[in-house]
Nanobody, 125 residues
Framework: QLQLAESGGGSVQAGESLRLYCRPSGYEYARYCLAWFRQPPGKEREAVATIGSDGTTDYADSVKGRFTISQDGAKNWLYLSMDNTRPDDTSMYYC???????????????????WGQGTQVTVSS
């Protein structure tokens, strides 16, 4: 069955870059959405970026121009490249997946049945 595992989290200074990795396995959907979510302590979980099986990407307004979601050519890995990081990017980050197309970063976590365990990102000022 489908599972996801995140890695690449860590601590950086504000303005520095970080790349997160997610390794999906056992995926069975011909059409899908993959997403990165984050949930800082005491706040709601929110989508930051999505990518669909058609290659379409979408981003939350708070990360547009700073974060990039992508897959490798073989679609074995999901990436989140984080540039120009800010202290308010500090959060637990999760990758998630669902069946479907026309993925949107406005969809909440309830739309995604499959989740990784999360990886912590800390951005210091």
């Amino acid at each position: 069955q489908l599972q996801l595992a995140e890695s690449g989290g860590g601590s950086v200074q504000a303005g520095e870059s970080l790349r997160l990795y997610c390794r999906p396995s056992g995926y069975e959907y011909a059409r899908y959405c993959l997403a990165w979510f984050r949930q800082p302590p005491g706040k709601e979980r929110e989508a930051v970026a999505t990518i669909g099986s058609d290659g379409t990407t979408d981003y939350a307004d708070s990360v547009k121009g700073r974060f990039t979601i992508s897959q490798d050519g073989a679609k074995n890995w999901l990436y989140l490249s984080m540039d120009n990081t800010r202290p308010d990017d500090t959060s637990m980050y999760y990758c998630a997946s669902r069946g479907g197309s026309y993925c949107s970063a406005t969809q909440g976590p309830a739309a995604y049945p499959y989740w990784g365990q999360g990886t912590q990102v800390t951005v210091s000022s």
